[in-house]
């Protein structure tokens, strides 16, 4: 198959570029620049010039595309991130899928996959939740519905079927915001932001490694499946005992506790109520649907792999 990757020099999409082309697909990436390109050539692919937002230099790449992914995100990596660290990805999320979409439709595709949260559905009294739960969105996450939405709407419109896979807290050794956390946590600036007035209250979160994400891709493709699916580990994981973990593998000091309302005068609203606002979910509909299995089923696994991949 001819797979066309838009943000394809960013963790995941570079992975699908590599991954993909393991499988004997033909792979062009989307790229803005001279080093894009060098990433989207080392990984086996093509690289195409072009803008998310400028439909005719989509259609360029795609043409000839079976599969059509979307893996561009700009979620912000600041500290205490504003209302405008957050417009670049709304943007990529809304106006980004609609014109990938066009362009999916106008080249003739087969199938249309996009890359969403989990988060996006988590219940509101923290409860387990899967595909079929109501969404229930903030500011961070409206635009991630939209998205949804908008790709749905496409599919009806258009003649491909549409894949959305929710995925968990990325994570992995070449990941910007683990490298960050990994730094904080040896230098013991790393909490464990928890609910209630003392910060004991543990907060459940569904993670996945960077590299299982993008196989979940690869088996969406090539099972040719349609509709949302979650794409997490296999077991969730309490904010304490990933951080705790994580800072063995560091040989770094175990990690204090705040509570979110003090940590927000830090880290901001948006970063507490992700790191406090629980997402118990679980990956059955997907690995029922495609057979696909996780290199690291938990997250312990995974953080051992990361911890390897930083002494290497």
């Not at 387990?128 to 496409?154: G, V």
């Amino acid at each position: 198959m001819r797979v066309f990757v838009a943000g394809a020099t960013g963790d995941l999409g570079k992975r699908l570029v590599d991954r993909c082309g393991a499988h004997g697909h033909t792979v062009v990436g989307l790229t803005r620049d001279e080093r894009g390109d060098e990433i989207v050539r080392d990984r086996g692919g093509e690289p195409h010039r072009g803008d998310l937002f400028d439909t005719e230099s989509l259609v360029d790449g795609a043409t000839g595309a079976d599969v059509v992914i979307h893996a561009a995100t700009a979620i912000p990596t600041a500290t205490k991130p504003s209302a405008g660290d957050w417009e670049q990805n709304d943007r990529l999320r809304r106006a980004g899928v609609e014109s990938l979409t066009t362009a999916a439709t106008r080249v003739g595709a087969d199938q249309y996959v996009q890359q969403s949260v989990v988060w996006v559905a988590r219940q509101p009294d923290g409860s387990p939740f899967d595909e079929s739960a109501p969404r229930n969105t903030d500011r961070t996450t409206e635009s991630a519905a939209d998205a949804e939405d908008i790709a749905a709407a496409a599919a009806e419109n258009g003649q491909f079927d549409t894949t959305i896979l929710r995925c968990g807290w990325f994570y992995a050794a070449d990941a910007e915001q683990t490298a960050t956390i990994a730094e904080n946590l040896e230098s013991g600036d790393m909490p464990v932001v928890g609910g209630g007035l003392l910060g004991r209250k543990d907060v459940v979160l569904s993670p996945i490694h960077v590299d299982d994400a993008a196989s979940a891709f690869v088996a969406a493709v090539e099972e040719g499946v349609e509709g949302t699916y979650h794409v997490v580990d296999d077991e969730p994981v309490t904010l304490a005992d990933f951080l705790g973990t994580f800072a063995d593998h560091l040989d770094a000091e175990q990690p204090g506790r705040m509570p979110g309302w003090l940590a927000r005068l830090f880290v901001g609203r948006d970063n507490v109520r992700f790191l406090t606002s629980s997402m118990p979910t679980s990956n059955e509909a997907f690995r029922e649907a495609t057979g696909w299995e996780p290199e690291y089923p938990t997250y312990e696994d995974g953080l051992a792999a990361v911890a390897a991949g930083f002494r290497e």
